[in-house]
């Protein structure tokens, strides 16, 4: 089967750091990918991990390590328009992305 | 905009009826994805197409069909509705079609069903 598994729900402050961490458990590994979706909309790309390390994208910045079956999305200098569901998606074969349940977060003032 | 176009936009139907949604990729995608997405639910995979053909299948329920034509539009087709048929269902289309490269999609605008 296919398990991906991120937090439900974390709040942060305007200007700070907020870390949203996934694992997974799936039957292929083709890279792993976050999407942004604000409330009724399309969910839109962020960043795109398949190897180990870092990449780093303006205030958004997402960590691999396949050893582990874990990824975090780093997000810096948070903004109101941040709050939004921050989807974490798996690749496992032939462009087939398995979604965890997304993390929503809140950003207040 | 992503460049994926999918109508209706909403849908407001009742039980046991059947509704048809449909999808036009970006220019030059080949490949088509269904998912779901019901209140508080994660993205739902339901099927993929390329170039016509069916690549993979996820938890697509009997009831719902779906095609991709030559033109490589799509549609998903939902018959015998339910009230817990009621969902986002999002198109989306990738150029991608092997195992290698980013495999990024790009997601329409989703069509909002609402079974009453």
């Known amino acids: 089967g296919q398990n991906i598994d991120q937090p439900t729900e974390m709040t942060a402050t305007e200007g700070a750091i907020v870390q949203i961490n996934c694992t997974y458990q799936?039957?292929?590994?083709?890279?792993l990918f976050w999407y942004q979706q604000h409330a009724g909309e399309a969910p839109t790309f962020l960043s795109y991990?398949?190897?180990?390390g870092l990449e780093e994208k303006g205030r958004f910045s997402s960590f691999l390590s396949r050893s582990k079956g874990y990824s975090y999305l780093l997000l810096k200098e948070l903004q109101m328009k941040d709050s939004a569901s921050y989807l974490c998606a798996v690749n496992t074969g032939f462009q087939k992305l398995v979604f965890g349940t997304g993390t929503r977060l809140l950003v207040s003032p | 905009d992503s460049g994926v176009t999918q109508t209706p936009k909403h849908l407001i139907t009742a039980t046991g009826q059947r509704v048809t949604l449909r999808c036009s990729p970006r220019s030059g995608d080949l490949s088509v994805y269904w998912y779901q997405q019901s209140l508080d639910q994660g993205l739902q995979f339901l099927i993929q197409y390329y170039n016509g053909e069916e690549r993979a299948k996820g938890n697509i329920l009997e009831r719902f069909s779906a095609q991709q034509f030559p033109d490589l539009h799509s549609e998903l087709n939902l018959s015998s509705l339910e009230l817990g048929d009621s969902a986002l269902y999002f198109c989306?289309?990738?150029?991608?079609?092997?195992?290698?490269?980013?495999?990024?999609?790009?997601f329409g605008e989703g069509s909002r069903l609402t079974v009453l």
């Open positions: 991990n398949v190897l180990d």
């Open positions: 989306a289309s990738s150029v991608a079609t092997s195992g290698a490269g980013t495999g990024e999609l790009f």
């Open positions: 799936t039957s292929g590994f083709n890279g």
